[in-house]
């Protein structure tokens, strides 16, 4: 193989289960694990680390860590907060949120999910020649009215 011709591996997703009760969970179907079952412990000790050795193994892989993340409807949104504050800490920046209306077991049948091509979010630019809050560069705008600080 030439040299330069090498493209390192894309990281699979982590995929991220927080249940009605409270659970935290990797995976889906049988090769789910439960992490974090404790509901006082808002630092997801054992998320924490999983992540921090997945966002290492990403970046020695010259990849970007990307998380999924189911929220059972009806679990604590403070649960949620806790998972987000997680995966901030382990700096990920790519999270996407998964809708599955049967549930993680239900919605793909106990198979893995399928394989998802993400897409980084990207700011959207304006249209060329224009300003980045998309207003034309100084020289080219209609002169402002002078201004009067005592109107008649």
């Not at 920046?93 to 999910?113: A, H, S, Y």
Request: proline share 13%; glycine share 6%; hydrophobic share 40%.
């Amino acid at each position: 193989m030439a040299a330069g011709c090498y493209a390192p591996p894309e990281i699979e997703p982590i995929f991220i289960i927080v249940d009605v009760d409270e659970k935290v969970s990797l995976g889906t179907g049988p090769a789910r694990v439960v992490l974090d079952r404790d509901k006082s412990d808002r630092t997801l000790t054992n998320l924490d680390q999983r992540l921090s050795a997945y966002q290492h193994a990403a970046e020695a892989a010259s990849s970007v860590a990307a998380v999924q993340i189911y929220v059972a409807p009806s679990a604590p949104y403070q649960r949620m907060i806790d998972v987000l504050a997680c995966v901030e800490w382990n700096r990920i920046e790519r999270v996407f949120f998964i809708d599955m209306p049967d549930g993680p077991e239900m919605g793909c049948g106990g198979l893995p999910l399928p394989e998802l091509r993400l897409k980084p979010m990207v700011k959207p630019r304006a249209p060329s020649g224009l300003g980045p809050l998309g207003l034309a560069p100084r020289e080219n705008r209609l002169p402002e009215p002078p201004f009067d600080p005592e109107p008649d």
